[in-house]
């Protein structure tokens, strides 16, 4: 099973980038997918979570800026991140598991069994 992310880069404040994370091994169709971020310095955070059910969840410093989508045809995950900021400096991490998780642990990293290499996302001032 392999998670690949893609679509990081070097982008000015207040610019866009969508992030992809391309799933292959099996399917997580019914299961759940997130992406972290690591800033510089500090400790793996929560960015955003979409379980194959109903329901989206966003950390607060990124909701109302950033999407997250599924197309589960492909396999494939994505995060849309607009109005960035030099903050959204990290590299994102996406995460799946193949079961929904419950409501309580989307937001925890132990809940993923299966991680991706990261993309780095530099945000420029």
């Known amino acids: 099973v392999q998670l690949q992310a893609s679509g990081g880069g070097l982008v000015q404040a207040g610019g866009s980038l969508r992030l992809s994370c391309a799933a292959s091994g099996r399917t997580f169709s019914r299961g759940g997918m997130a992406w972290f971020r690591q800033a510089p310095g500090k400790a793996r955070e929560f960015v955003a979570a979409?379980?194959?059910?109903?329901?989206?969840y966003y950390a607060d410093s990124v909701k109302g800026r950033f999407t997250i989508s599924r197309d589960n045809a492909r396999n494939t995950m994505y995060l849309q991140m607009d109005s960035l900021k030099p903050e959204d400096t990290a590299v994102y991490y996406c995460?799946?598991?193949?079961?929904?998780?419950?409501?309580?642990?989307?937001?925890?990293?132990?809940?993923?069994?299966?991680w991706g290499q990261g993309t780095l996302v530099t945000v420029s001032s």
């Open positions: 995460a799946a598991r193949v079961n929904d998780p419950i409501l309580t642990t989307v937001r925890l990293e132990r809940t993923y069994d299966y």
């Open positions: 979409k379980r194959s059910a109903s329901g989206t």
